[in-house]
């Protein structure tokens, strides 16, 4: 079975300054991986996925995310926090075949002045 | 904008009682989703439909039921509320038959407290 850890549950970033989250799967084959963002009371939007090719994939709003197959590996990070970043981040895995995705705890991020 | 549309938005009811929850996917998505998210377990997947047909189902409990109608909206039922079944229940909605391989597509949730 598939499973997604989000090691850190809060992080707090300094407005300018960059970010990395944190994001380890667990799954035999090649992963569908994927960084969704939830503002306050908002649903789920999409930053970035990947599925195969470029390790390196841009999302929106500035974000990106690298993919490293030996170390289990999908962090997302951003160059420059603005105050609007800050929201839950989940990381989700998805299979060759499968239905569904399987989500990680989630981070969430505060950003400060 | 997502393009999913889930109503209402909000709802607040007693336990033991039943509710329904609608989603609307997106135009010419035949993929519907459900999660929950609560506090202590995440989000969840719990069941999806493809063209009207149950495709695959996670963590739903049998007090639970959803289905998909002819127009590909569909409706979460849950029945026999309990306090824990207060959460967040999204809806999501994707053109093919394996989310896995392809991005969904979220609504903004309702909102569910059983008091």
């Known amino acids: 079975a598939q499973s997604v850890t989000q090691p850190d549950i809060h992080i707090t970033v300094s407005e300018g300054a960059s970010l990395e989250l944190r994001c380890n799967y667990s799954?035999?084959?090649?992963?569908?991986l994927f960084w969704y963002v939830q503002s306050p009371g908002q649903g789920l939007q999409l930053l970035l996925k990947?599925?195969?090719?470029?390790?390196l994939v841009q999302g929106i709003k500035g974000f990106e995310a690298e993919f490293k197959r030996s170390q289990s590996s999908f962090n997302l990070r951003k160059p420059s926090v603005h105050w609007s970043d800050a929201a839950e981040y989940f990381c989700?895995?998805?299979?060759?075949?499968?239905?569904?995705?399987?989500f990680g705890g989630g981070t969430r991020l505060m950003v400060k002045p | 904008d997502s393009g999913v549309t889930q109503t209402p938005k909000h709802l607040i009811t007693a336990t033991g009682q039943r509710v329904t929850l609608r989603c609307s996917p997106r135009?010419?998505?035949?993929?519907v989703y459900w999660y929950q998210q609560s506090l202590d377990q995440g989000l969840q997947f719990l069941i999806q439909y493809y063209n009207g047909e149950e495709r695959a189902k996670g963590n739903i409990l049998e007090r639970f039921s959803a289905q998909q109608f002819p127009d590909l909206h569909s409706e979460l039922n849950l029945s026999s509320l309990e306090l824990g079944d207060s959460a967040l229940y999204f809806c999501?909605?994707?053109?093919?038959?394996?989310?896995?391989?392809?991005?969904?597509?979220f609504g903004q949730g309702t909102r569910l407290t059983v008091v």
């Open positions: 999501a909605s994707s053109p093919h038959r394996g989310q896995g391989r392809t991005e969904a597509f």
């Open positions: 990947y599925f195969s090719g470029d390790t």
């Open positions: 799954y035999g084959a090649t992963p569908y």
């Open positions: 989700a895995v998805g299979a060759n075949a499968g239905n569904m995705l399987t």
């Open positions: 135009s010419g998505d035949l993929s």
